[in-house]
């Protein structure tokens, strides 16, 4: 998000080219400024699962995970806050206490939550404390949204795990809350404009 003062800018000719693009495909379309919970798979009847994590600019953290093995869905959005429907400018003037994050969906058949995680902690500096690469603020925070005990306690392992290895993990687990998906145009930006991440890039962390 080189730039994001740009987008407040220019928000308005963003949602209106998101109308007519759409996010990605129709398959991954969200409406504007609904919400969805944890416990909400896309399609009940694949069994699938969904898991939530804030890591920085939530573009790059979508890239990363929407061509993951065993990954049905993303959706970038907020979560973490106390203002119902928040916007993308409330987020970023820090008024609404969201983070920005993905709801990813998955295949337990193909995946599993373990996976996910590790693949989180792979594509972004868990140790940054002030934000994630150049974008600083709270909402560009390092976080886990844990749906229950379970994901809890394999998040909390994989931080174990990097935490023998020398790194001081700044990556907080939280229950999750309401996750509200983000303005059309921010679904997918890297398919829409054909460009990779800018601070996000994949490192094994645990082999």
Avoid at 68 to 91: D, F, L, M, R, S
Avoid at 98 to 119: C, F
Avoid at 164 to 182: D, R
């Amino acid at each position: 998000m080189t730039n994001r003062l740009y987008l407040t800018v220019a928000t308005l000719l963003f949602t209106f080219a998101g109308s007519i693009y759409g996010c990605g495909n129709a398959a991954k379309t969200v409406p504007l400024n609904s919400t969805e919970t944890m416990n909400e798979p896309t399609d009940t009847s694949k069994h699938l699962e969904t898991a939530i994590f804030a890591g920085g600019c939530f573009w790059g953290v979508e890239y990363y995970f929407e061509k993951a093995k065993g990954v049905t869905n993303t959706v970038v959005g907020y979560i973490g806050g106390h203002t119902a429907n928040p916007t993308y400018e409330q987020v970023c003037s820090h008024t609404s206490g969201h983070y920005e994050a993905i709801k990813v969906t998955y295949d337990p058949k193909v995946t599993n939550y373990e996976a996910m995680a590790k693949l989180f902690f792979d594509i972004h500096d868990p140790t940054q404390t002030n934000g994630q690469g150049p974008d600083i603020g709270e909402q560009y925070m390092s976080v886990i949204f844990y749906a229950n005990d379970s994901q809890k306690q394999i998040a909390q392992h994989l931080i174990d795990q990097l935490t023998k290895k020398g790194m001081k993990v700044a990556t907080q687990l939280k229950p999750a809350t309401t996750f509200y998906p983000a303005e059309g145009y921010h679904q997918h930006h890297y398919d829409h404009e054909g460009t990779t991440p800018y601070c996000h890039r994949f490192i094994d962390k645990f082999n």
